[in-house]
């Protein structure tokens, strides 16, 4: 079955700490694997896609990894802001299925 | 801003009403779908769109019935729900990469 497991559910840091979303994923075969970032009330925006060919991508402060091997993924925050308050969604695409969605990691960034 | 937009933001509906809800994209984009967000469940998704044609319903109820006039607008009209329906529904459109628009929160009550 497909499907696509993010940790933690939720977390609190404080603000201009680090902190590492997880994402383990069973969808074969792969395609792409994205990381969306939700606001409250909100949709999601895409924040990076990562083929199989890719180990790390960054977008600013954001960097995800992919393990194609072992089917896991981790969205990296550095020097957090209190607008990365939001939920982050772990999406996995597999050839001509419909894209796969984990539950999200609902992280706030305190001060 | 995506670049999607849905209308209305918010909806309260009782459960013999109807009512419409719609997405807008200008993006050039030839598919588009629309989304149920419940609180901690993953997106499921409900129809698919692609080039005006439905090309995916999973087994959503049908008091729930999806309309594409044309490659730009989506509808999703609404009759006779019931109180789980409450959620927010959001519409996304694509040619490769989905964007999402802000969604509609609904309450049924």
């Known amino acids: 079955k497909n499907q696509v497991e993010q940790s933690p559910q939720s977390l609190i840091i404080l603000e201009g700490k680090n902190c590492t979303l997880q994402?383990?994923?069973?969808?074969?075969?792969?395609?792409?694997l994205r990381w969306y970032k939700q606001d409250t009330g909100r949709g999601p925006v895409s924040l990076t896609i990562?083929?199989?060919?890719?180990n790390t991508k960054s977008n600013g402060r954001y960097t995800a990894t992919l393990d194609a091997d072992t089917k896991q993924s981790s969205l990296h925050i550095t020097a957090s802001q209190l607008s990365d308050s939001a939920s982050y969604i772990c999406?996995?695409?597999?050839?001509?299925?419909?894209?796969?969605f984990g539950k999200g990691t609902r992280l706030s960034v305190i001060a | 801003e995506t670049g999607v937009t849905q209308t209305p933001r918010h909806l309260v509906m009782g459960m013999t009403n109807k009512k419409s809800l719609k997405c807008e994209q200008h993006l050039g984009h030839n598919a588009m779908y629309w989304y149920k967000q419940s609180a901690k469940k993953p997106l499921e998704l409900m129809f698919v769109y692609s080039l005006e044609e439905r090309v995916e319903n999973n087994s959503v109820p049908s008091r729930f019935s999806p309309e594409c006039p044309n490659s730009s607008h989506l509808f999703l009209h609404l009759h006779t729900l019931q109180p789980e329906d409450s959620a927010l529904y959001l519409c996304?459109?694509?040619?490769?990469?989905?964007?999402f628009g802000p969604g509609t929160r609904l309450l049924v009550l």
């Open positions: 999406v996995v695409i597999s050839g001509n299925t419909p894209l796969v």
């Open positions: 996304a459109s694509s040619r490769e990469t989905q964007y």
């Open positions: 990562m083929t199989f060919s890719e």
């Open positions: 994402c383990n994923y069973t969808v074969s075969p792969f395609s792409n």
